[in-house]
């Protein structure tokens, strides 16, 4: 469903110029419940803006479905956004009105897009656990209740892709479960593709795929060991998901800093292959400790 491809965005102020993503790869298959982890600043949120198109790609490929967010005009956009795709933020309850019912705050984008609903907003409601707290203003629900509010009204366009940037960010650990389960439900049930953008680790531990972003483009991949994982891991660990590098097409890698500082690698590395491995050394002569282990990475990109 989605497809990028060294998708680059670069922010221009006056003075300078802030290159978010550099040359990002993903593919994300329809109906896939998947998460996207990565430092502050990496540009997990960037990534999910445009997307969302709230924001403009520079320069690559990024396909959501039949859409080329790179070349969409601004009236296909509005489109876009309105059609396919639904959006949740970590303080999604500020954009909702406090004295309106929970029922009434998922009718409204309904009626101001003009497919009021009432069925459908009530069902919203059920989905997400809320059927009993339907009519009560939102400043009589609690913080985790609200956001489940947020997630009804993500859903009440129909979406077939569903935006997550920390969805569990300010609610306490059982609402996060909570949450987490509802996405896994919508995945299942209407089949819904949701992308995650979190900083949760517990969360990532708990779906099938997390992508991790680094300087602007994807580094790594985890895959769950076994895929029926759903929501039972404990933690985000190498015995449940197993690591993979990511290479793009033509072939870079990002080697992480950590392995990178162990052997003092600084700007040039040596690289071997032997039949079955490539790796990578400091280079003769400017390493510190030549005896250092070598970094191995298979040619399928497996990190070991
Ligand atoms: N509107 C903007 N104008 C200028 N620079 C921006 C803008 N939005 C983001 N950036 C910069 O782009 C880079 C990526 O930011 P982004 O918000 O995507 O990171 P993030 O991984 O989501 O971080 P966090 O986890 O802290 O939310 C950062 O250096 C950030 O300062």
Same mark, same amino acid.
């Given at each position: ?82 059609? /396919? ?15 309106? $019912?929970?029922?009434e705050n998922v ?20 989905? =997400? ?60 049930e209407l089949g ?5 953008? $979190? ?7 708990? =779906? ?7 300087d602007g483009m ?13 929501? $039972? ?11 993979? =590098? ?49 970094? /191995?990475? $298979? ?6």
């Amino acid at each position: 469903m989605i497809t990028c491809e060294g998708l680059v965005k670069i922010y221009k102020t006056d003075e300078i110029e802030v290159v978010a993503l550099q040359g990002l790869n993903i593919q994300i298959d329809a109906g896939e419940l998947m998460a996207i982890i990565g430092n502050s600043g990496s540009g997990k949120s960037t990534f999910l803006n445009i997307l969302g198109g709230l924001d403009r790609p520079s320069a690559g490929q990024v396909k959501v479905g039949d859409w080329d967010l790179l070349k969409i005009t601004d009236k296909q956009l509005v489109d876009y956004k309105r059609h /396919t795709v639904g959006f949740i933020w970590q303080n999604n309850a500020r954009n909702l009105v406090s004295y309106l $019912t929970a029922l009434e705050n998922v009718e409204m984008p309904m009626m101001l897009s003009g497919k009021y609903d009432p069925a459908y907003a009530k069902q919203l409601l059920e989905w =997400v656990g809320l059927s009993h707290r339907m009519n009560n203003k939102l400043q009589e629900l609690s913080g985790g209740e609200q956001q489940r509010v947020a997630i009804a009204i993500s859903l009440a366009n129909r979406p077939r892709l569903l935006l997550a940037d920390e969805p569990t960010g300010s609610v306490d650990t059982k609402t996060a479960d909570m949450i987490l389960s509802i996405f896994q439900r919508l995945n299942k049930e209407l089949g819904v593709t949701i992308v995650i953008v $979190t900083h949760d680790l517990s969360m990532a531990g708990k =779906v099938g795929r997390v992508v991790a972003i680094r300087d602007g483009m994807t580094s790594s991949e985890f895959i769950a060991r076994n895929p029926s994982i759903d929501g $039972t891991a404990t933690g985000f660990t190498s015995e449940d998901h197993e690591e993979y =590098v990511v290479l793009d097409r033509a072939g870079r890698l990002q080697v992480p800093k950590a392995y990178l500082t162990a052997l003092q690698i600084d700007g040039k590395a040596s690289m071997e292959f032997d039949g079955e491995k490539i790796m990578i050394k400091a280079p003769k002569g400017l390493a510190a400790d030549e005896d250092a282990a070598p970094i /191995t990475s $298979t040619v399928g990109g497996k990190a070991k």
